[in-house]
T-cell receptor, first 111, second 111 residues
Framework: DAGITQSPRHKVTETGTPVTLRCHQTENHRYMYWYRQDPGHGLRLIHYSYGVKDTDKGEVSDGYSVSRSKTEDFLLTLESATSSQTSVYFC??????????FGPGTRLTVT | AQSVSQHNHHVILSEAASLELGCNYSYGGTVNLFWYVQYPGQHLQLLLKYFSGDPLVKGIKGFEAEFIKSKFSFNLRKPSVQWSDTAEYFCAVDGNNRLAFGKGNQVVVIP
């Protein structure tokens, strides 16, 4: 347990609404990551951060934005949720050159 | 960019049987290699990792993996599985401080 919490843990929302997921860490890791997990696709990187206000896109970043104003918090925003964004979202933290530690996940359903 | 291939996405075997999961990667530079496990309803946890040195790596719960550089492979093995090994297993490659995951192997161990 690397002191990672995600909120909310479950959310149901309607198509077209904005949604923000929060990842909070207590271990002061420099790197933070957002992944989505879908059956048959494994984990795919959405966005990551390598420091406060420093972020970069992953392989499936369209429709998502992120912000990191503090070391401990990394927010993922779905600007206008679509049904294709129904997924389980995992936050992870790390030093950048070693293993990553994963949060408990957020199950998001877009109806 | 790095990519990871895992084969035999669904594996069913009996307790005490041996398990081997294949992982092949493509990446032009030096890589760090990982195997993660996800038990039903839980987040990903690290099984083992390889950075350098002895290519045979031992991890938790009796798992081991062998790095074969010439084959770009990092296969996971366990000589005798237990019912509690039922889980999804992900191979991952770290290049440029980002993990690329394979699509996972769903392993079901029958008592």
């Amino acid at each position: 347990d690397a002191g990672i919490t995600q909120s909310p843990r479950h959310k149901v929302t309607e198509t077209g609404t904005p949604v923000t997921l929060r990842c909070h860490q207590t271990e002061n890791h420099r790197y933070m990551y957002w992944y989505r997990q879908d059956p048959g696709h494994g984990l795919r990187l959405i966005h990551y951060s390598y420091g406060v206000k420093d972020t970069d896109k992953g392989e499936v970043s369209d429709g998502y934005s992120v912000s990191r104003s503090k070391t401990e918090d990394f927010l993922l925003t779905l600007e206008s949720a679509t049904s294709s964004q129904t997924s389980v979202y995992f936050c992870a933290v790390g030093t950048g050159d070693d293993e990553q530690y994963f949060g408990p996940g957020t199950r998001l359903t877009v109806t | 960019a790095q990519s990871v291939s895992q084969h035999n996405h669904h594996v069913i075997l009996s307790e005490a049987a041996s398990l081997e999961l294949g992982c092949n990667y493509s990446y032009g530079g030096t890589v760090n290699l990982f195997w993660y496990v996800q038990y039903p309803g839980q987040h990903l946890q690290l099984l083992l990792k390889y950075f350098s040195g002895d290519p045979l790596v031992k991890g938790i719960k009796g798992f081991e993996a062998e790095f074969i550089k010439s084959k770009f492979s990092f296969n996971l093995r366990k000589p005798s599985v237990q019912w509690s090994d039922t889980a999804e297993y992900f191979c991952a490659v770290d290049g440029n401080n980002r993990l690329a995951f394979g699509k996972g192997n769903q392993v079901v161990v029958i008592p």
